[in-house]
């Protein structure tokens, strides 16, 4: 279950925090890929596992500073520091003090505790209204567009978007005029330290003969989805995927699936109006 997912990780983590941690040892205690693990993660608890994994560390280190003699150094090393450089820097960043400092004032100052699964921590998405999604299993499908890889931290896909919509009448065989996708896919040893992922703006097409400059096609294999309805504008998107992601699968039954998920616009959507609607689909295993 999707609970028992989480918790085997962050056990996990516990477990291994003296330790070198490959997130990818983490990822797999879950049973789900990298990049869905890292979402889900972030989602759920609030914290990408890169941030999740350094507070905790820089949490007990703390603790040490304080309750022991051992030399800042050892302490260092322990919790996965290069060096006392390193550490004082990343603990600066966080308690805004040195670790000298810190174990002078005598005070602990707990940064981050282990989380534990309960119903208040699923429950921490309060500005969202309960969504509930219809089940609609889906036939494989055959898509054109064009792809985006990177991170957009500067707001690449809307850029990407933009330039789609002026090529769109390059495309034959369109199986829904007036539907374009945007497709979210993992990538092969994707990295949590970069986030980087591939996103392709798109349309369903019936069959290509040709395939436009700077376009690709990819097939879309049969799946069942979770289809969830985002009302309002894209600013509050993000908590839509929080709800989803980080509140309803605990209360599910269904299981994510490790294949790209994809948000659907018709003509419900419209940019920066508050009554706008767009379909998020996320595949999932179950009954």
Not at 102 to 130: C, F, P, T, W
Not at 134 to 159: C, H, P, Q, W
Request: proline share 3%; glycine share 4%.
């Amino acid at each position: 279950m999707y609970v028992e997912s989480i918790q085997r990780a962050v056990d996990y983590i516990e477990l291994n925090l003296h330790k070198t941690l490959r997130l990818s040892d983490i990822a797999k205690e879950t049973g789900y890929s990298m990049f869905h693990f890292d979402r889900v993660f972030k989602y759920t608890l609030g914290e990408s596992i890169i941030e999740y994994v350094r507070k905790r560390r820089l949490t007990e280190a703390a603790n040490e500073l304080i309750r022991t003699n051992n030399r800042i150094i050892d302490i260092a090393i322990k919790y996965g520091f290069d060096s006392q450089q390193a550490f004082t820097t990343t603990f600066k960043k966080y308690y805004n003090t040195s670790p000298g400092r810190y174990r002078k004032g005598g005070k602990n100052l707990i940064l981050l505790q282990k989380k534990v699964m309960s119903i208040d921590l699923i429950n921490h998405v309060k500005d969202v209204a309960e969504i509930e999604p219809r089940v609609v299993t889906k036939d494989a499908f055959l898509v054109m567009g064009m792809e985006y890889f990177g991170a957009n931290r500067n707001g690449e896909i809307s850029d990407l978007w933009s330039t789609f919509i002026k090529h769109m009448k390059e495309i034959e065989y369109v199986k829904n005029p007036g539907v374009t996708l945007g497709i979210c896919d993992h990538v092969d040893d994707y990295d949590p330290e970069l986030s980087e992922f591939s996103y392709i703006t798109c349309v369903e097409i019936e069959d290509y003969i040709k395939i436009p400059d700077n376009m690709i096609v990819k097939e879309i294999p049969e799946q069942k989805y979770f289809v969830f309805t985002h009302k309002g504008n894209a600013e509050n998107l993000e908590d839509t995927y929080r709800y989803i992601y980080g509140t309803y699968f605990f209360k599910s039954e269904y299981e994510l699936a490790d294949v790209p998920d994809f948000e659907l616009y018709d003509e419900r959507f419209r940019i920066d109006d508050c009554n706008s609607e767009m379909d998020i689909y996320i595949p999932v295993i179950g009954k």
